[in-house]
């Protein structure tokens, strides 16, 4: 969809929050919060990915079931419907937020901009049309939006390629609620002004803190139940400690190459 223009970025003159240096830079736009990931973060965990999208130029993406997705979704079983209540939150400076991960992937680990980032949250069933998310997309109200406020372009650094998660962003779980379904539409590419970075190369993916997992039954844990507790702990571990680098959990045999079949080990 090379050309395609976020509708909410109208300003030529996008706010821009420039997190390509990496860890430690941060920004805020809305209420939320963007972390640039340390590249040298060494917690690695199962990882459900729950939206896919690539394209050249530009791209746009929603999360869906749908077997034919809109937009640039990469359809499979890492591109999937999620419920509100499938989410953790964690607490930042005395306030509630839900945890979206991005793991960008350019050629030669350039950098990519987001430029627009939307949660809609519906009730019922999720959607079964692909017409109907557009619809929901165009016309619909978001839960929350980056752009809100104000036209925000984020820049990310795409380090390490796929497999290692380059930013995260806090959503204010009061602008979300605790139920109904989570479509998180996210497009990328430059802003209104030609400014900032075109999508290329791999995917770029999105996945979210997904909240304690149950206990491992004794004798009886599957490895993705381990793998899941182990994200937790390591989540957990990230949020008592604040930037505290959480400690290594689990660095063993990871596969070369992420799965489409499979869960896969992310590191974070
Ligand atoms: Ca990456
Ligand atoms: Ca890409």
């Known amino acids: 969809m090379a ?24 920004g805020s736009a809305n209420g939320a919060y963007l972390f640039a990931i340390d590249p040298q973060s060494t917690g690695t965990g199962v990882i459900d990915p729950f939206l896919r999208e690539q394209n050249d130029g530009s791209e746009q993406g929603i ?3 749908i077997a034919n997705p809109p937009y640039d979704d990469k359809a499979g079983q890492w591109t999937h419907d ?32 987001l430029i627009a980032f ?28 980056l752009n809100g406020a ?16 380059d930013m995260y962003i806090l959503v204010p779980t009061s602008d979300i609620g605790d139920s109904g379904n989570l479509y998180l539409y996210a497009g990328f590419g430059q802003d209104a002004s030609g400014g900032g970075y075109a999508s290329n190369d791999g995917f770029e993916e999105w996945y979210a803190y997904e909240g304690p997992s149950p206990a491992v039954p004794d004798g ?24 505290i680098k959480p400690k290594p959990v ?12 499979a869960p896969f080990l992310k590191r974070f």
Do not use: C, M
Request: charged residues 10%.
């Open 3 to 26: 050309g395609w223009t976020a509708g909410a970025v109208t300003s030529l003159n996008a706010t821009v929050i420039d997190l390509t240096g990496g860890y430690p830079a941060s």
């Open 63 to 65: 999360n869906t079931s």
């Open 82 to 113: 999620l419920l509100v209540s499938q989410l953790g939150t964690v607490t930042y400076n005395g306030h509630s937020y839900y945890q979206f991960y991005l793991d960008a992937n350019q050629e030669a680990d350039g950098p990519i901009s």
């Open 118 to 145: 939307q949660i809609f949250v519906t009730s019922g069933s999720p959607y079964t049309s692909s017409s109907d998310l557009t619809a929901l997309v165009s016309s619909g109200t978001p839960a929350f939006d």
């Open 150 to 165: 104000g036209a925000v372009r984020v820049d990310i650094s795409s380090q390490n390629g796929s497999g290692s998660g």
């Open 220 to 243: 009886g844990g599957t490895a993705l139940l381990l793998g899941a507790a182990l994200v937790a702990l390591a989540l957990l571990r990230r949020k008592l400690g604040g930037l």
């Open 250 to 261: 689990r660095l063993q045999n990871p596969p070369p190459e992420e799965s489409d079949t």
